[in-house]
């Protein structure tokens, strides 16, 4: 088709009108969206948003009512093997396997990606590196039943990244994992997103997580895409406001602003001592994310309702 002929090579994800209909329920209406070699997409959503279904429509597991999807320049609905060895997919809890040990199974998984390693693209990863990635380097010889929560989940993302995949989905990733765990798998990601030119669309419930790891942030409510950019970006269309903070003696003033800048320069100008913990502070991603949220979940008015009539 001639508009699949005009898509950049480097563009891994691509969706137009995506409708997703269950009976008489619309969950998906129209998404819109694309997703570029190495970048890490966070795809965010109350309950219901359709976020799940969205995934799994991507990942093939799902067909979608109407709409265009391409994923590695495949329509997903009628993927080969050759174009899922591709992906990884790291499901939201997968307890199947208990009685492997932990490099076992990735070497005898890693075995089905062999005959689709390419020169540009070495599959499988080696089991090695992959448990030193995952930091299970102590539990390469357990049982899979004998693993903590977290150890478990860590092995999860194990096996997605088993076939060194050019795009990765994660459904909630790093639940049960501890601080420490959290922050190892950050670091996988930002390996993996800036060495290996993977792309990695994700869902998450932490905000303060999707912050961290997100190239883009897209916020899906109401079956659709309100928001779609970068946190700071999200942040400054919700809301034009900072607050500037500081102390002066031993009294805290907080006052909001539409020009930080501008406030602070004044501020410091009208009192050149004094002045100490200046903090200029803008909205977080969760104040973003609840705002837009909310905007978008509000029961909409009537027309009735708008120019002042009875409903």
Do not use: C
């Amino acid at each position: 088709m001639g508009t699949d002929k005009q898509v950049s090579p480097q563009t891994t994800i691509r969706v137009r009108d995506l409708q997703m209909r269950y009976g008489e329920k619309d969950v998906l209406k129209s998404v819109n969206f694309e997703a570029k070699r190495g970048e890490v997409v966070v795809l965010l959503g109350p309950n219901g948003a359709g976020k799940s279904t969205t995934i799994e429509i991507l990942e093939g597991f799902r067909m979608r009512s109407a709409g265009e999807v391409e994923i590695l320049g495949q329509d997903p609905a009628h993927g080969n093997e050759q174009w899922r060895a591709r992906i990884g997919v790291v499901l939201q809890s997968w307890r199947d396997h208990s009685r492997w040990r932990v490099r076992e199974l990735l070497d005898h998984l890693g075995k089905y990606y062999e005959p689709y390693s390419t020169a540009e693209r070495k599959r499988p990863l080696d089991t090695d590196t992959l448990i030193g990635l995952v930091g299970l380097q102590e539990q390469s010889n357990q049982m899979l039943a004998s693993l903590s929560g977290g150890q478990r989940r860590r092995m999860d993302v194990a096996i997605g990244l088993i076939g060194n995949p050019e795009l990765l989905f994660l459904d909630e990733p790093t639940v049960g994992f501890d601080p420490k765990a959290r922050r190892d798998f950050h670091d996988v990601i930002h390996g993996l997103s800036d060495l290996e030119d993977t792309t990695i669309l994700l869902t998450t419930h932490d905000l303060d997580e999707a912050e961290k790891l997100g190239d883009r942030i897209i916020i899906l409510a109401g079956g659709t895409i309100v928001a779609d950019g970068s946190a700071d970006q999200l942040a400054r269309e919700a809301s034009s406001k900072a607050e500037v903070r500081w102390t002066q003696g031993r009294k805290r003033h907080v006052h909001p602003t539409s020009d930080a800048t501008a406030y602070v320069r004044k501020l410091l100008a009208d009192n050149p001592t004094g002045i100490s913990e200046l903090e200029v502070r803008h909205a977080s991603l969760e104040d973003t994310y609840m705002t837009i949220v909310q905007q978008h979940e509000l029961p909409q008015p009537t027309p009735q309702q708008t120019k002042g009539g009875k409903s």
